[in-house]
């Protein structure tokens, strides 16, 4: 893997924890977790999928206990979401839209670096597809099963076949297209555009 | 191990993986889960439990990731059996009975060949009886887990209970008949009778 | 690790998985679990926040599958306490209390014996603490997403804070004094004694 793909991806990781630790504190939120709840279901939701990758590709210890920056990242984000979300006029709808929308994000990014993992460490390209589906809905699989609802990823099917579908396109892109960055950007906007599309049409 | 045992080890579980994917797959249409749904839940279900297996054992990447076998199979039996059980007249109760006896051909298959790799990875006794039971219950664990209801395993009695025994019956033959194929048949319809007639009973 | 250090961490896993072990089967019981069903859950309970240390550090075969002391006390005491605690005369009052108070002894001797392993297995501080934090709370997380409520963690703010700030002063006692033993105690008489009054308060 070139250098620019490797801190892309470490880069992509961030982002994607900042915004599944913001959408785990909004769901907190919604079902009256304080802040202390709020904050581990924001951090397990945030690193579950990576850290599920982790142990089934056998790369332990799991990325985040060797590289500080992701509860760097996780726990204080977690914290302002909280403070944040609580204090919003708005009753539990907007709520939910907000939840949505910063899970859409952390889908996608998630999805791409979970298939870069997978490439990285030599799957077939199938397994490297569900990889990062994977590292794309535990997290909100572990978020859902904690906060005991049905996962949204089970109920709704352009969810899991969206990270299916664009870890496909980024896969197809990377071997046409010479510059990464592209299949990266290319991928990411397509997932994140597919989910806000389905998002917006279950506003009715 | 001889190849035999393997052999038969490797079609054990593909078969096992059918079992469980259809299994769960006619409880995702109760639970009126859409095709996508059902797939993801059908693939979780037939491959957690060799999964936890795998990475409590430290054998990763895990089975499925190297040999493709396991996905080509869970995936489309997953479909067949959706569409297939979606258009059955009968109602509920039918459908429960059926994901009974799918269920119970899993549990057995999957004990036996959970204490194999257990025993083939150096584990002593105690630790293969019971990685036999892992192998064999998680999957359903996994699937009540994220259907939202209290796993069937910690309400009846006569599941593990079926899985422990079957796993020590079948190391007991192994050890005393020189033909392993008889040990894995003997356990096989020993755990599969036990099953049918607890299921049968609760029939009333 | 000294040998002295080792040992204690041993023993203290040994009476924590006990303490844990009893706590589960206190639950399963106010779930109206036969006792196969409670035995399981005190076993998952008892073996599962080291079990998820093991894995996340990628120390496999885990704990329990290379020493049998655990299963050979978890099992015995999940089937003693079922008969005691299912023949208590009072109701499921008192029947709670002692569930927490035998929780919160596997919370702190937990912990500290996650640290140590953390510590021993080269990770660094914020990390050890939040293994701390796994090893103590994991458990008891496993064993109410199997009893299929929310877990307690996520619902009382003084009980993953307990066992951080429990894991932290461990950490800051064994730099200062040179007496491993005594950061060992005094770290484990704090949590508990948090977790007693906090338990207390919660009374009226």
């Given amino acids: 893997m070139p250098d620019i793909?490797?801190?892309?991806?470490?880069?992509?990781?961030?982002?994607?924890?900042?915004?599944?630790?913001?959408?785990?504190?909004?769901?907190?939120?919604?079902?009256?977790?304080?802040?202390?709840?709020?904050?581990?279901?924001?951090?397990?939701?945030?690193m579950g999928g990576g850290t599920v990758r982790d142990i089934l590709l056998g790369q332990t210890p799991v990325f985040w206990m060797t590289d500080l920056t992701y509860l760097a990242t996780a726990i204080p984000v977690a914290l302002i979401a909280f403070f944040w979300v609580r204090n919003l006029d708005s009753g539990g709808g907007k709520r939910l839209r907000l939840l949505m929308y910063f899970d859409a994000i952390g889908l996608a990014l998630f999805t791409i670096a979970g298939v870069q993992a997978a490439l990285a460490a030599g799957s077939p390209l199938p397994v490297a597809i569900i990889m990062g589906c994977i590292t794309g809905t535990f997290g909100g699989i572990i978020r859902d099963v904690l906060c005991n609802v049905t996962p949204i990823v089970l109920k709704?099917?352009?969810?899991?076949?969206?990270?299916?579908?664009?870890?496909?396109?980024?896969?197809?892109?990377?071997?046409?297209?010479?510059n990464n960055n592209v299949a990266v950007w290319a991928s990411f906007t397509a997932m994140l555009v597919a989910r806000f599309l389905v998002i917006a049409r279950s506003k009715k």
């Fill in 156 to 178: 709704e099917d352009l969810y899991a076949t969206i990270s299916l579908l664009g870890g496909t396109l980024f896969i197809l892109l990377s071997n046409v297209i010479p």
């Fill in 5 to 46: 793909l490797l801190q892309l991806s470490v880069l992509l990781v961030i982002i994607a924890t900042a915004a599944m630790s913001a959408s785990a504190t909004i769901q907190a939120v919604r079902h009256e977790f304080d802040a202390f709840g709020a904050t581990v279901l924001a951090v397990a939701t945030a």
